[in-house]
């Protein structure tokens, strides 16, 4: 029976990641942000950290006046005990310029009784300013 648990919470907590993004991102349910992301939740995007639901609504709030029509899927899902890993791809329409862009990134949650209480996230920020601004995305390789 014990094997059965660890199962059934890895699947609970993937459906809770492809939650966010569907209820938050795709459907712009600015409620879900409470319901999933815990009271004292970090996600670290880069150089700085988001702290709690009301930062992160803060930030929601910034993305949302800068793009809108946002479509986000997943492409790869990995789980492991309390975390999950989800790659995911996104399109989305620049307000300023009317632009459509197109970008990936990934994340990771812990989930903790149904909540986010800790992410990483990476999303390819070149790739979405040279597409906003017509240029090609610096390459290093």
């Not at 809770?16 to 996600?43: M, P």
């Not at 009301?54 to 789980?79: K, N, Q, T, W």
């Not at 990771?108 to 090609?136: F, H, L, P």
Request: glycine content about 8%; proline content about 2%.
């Amino acid at each position: 029976m014990d094997a059965v648990q660890p199962v059934l919470t890895t699947e609970a907590n993937k459906k809770i990641a492809v939650r966010w993004f569907d209820e938050i991102w795709n459907q712009g349910r600015r409620e879900t942000i409470h319901e999933l992301f815990g009271a004292e939740a970090d996600l670290r995007d880069g150089g700085f950290t988001i702290h709690g639901p009301g930062e992160f609504e803060r930030f929601y709030d910034r993305i949302c006046s800068a793009f809108s029509e946002h479509r986000f899927a997943p492409v790869v899902m990995l789980a492991e005990g309390d975390l999950v890993s989800i790659h995911w791809s996104a399109i989305c329409r620049h307000t300023e310029s009317g632009k459509d862009v197109e970008f990936t990134g990934t994340s990771v949650a812990r989930i903790e009784n149904g909540q986010v209480v800790e992410a990483w996230q990476d999303w390819d920020k070149a790739r979405v300013e040279a597409q906003i601004s017509g240029t090609s995305a610096v390459s290093f390789i």
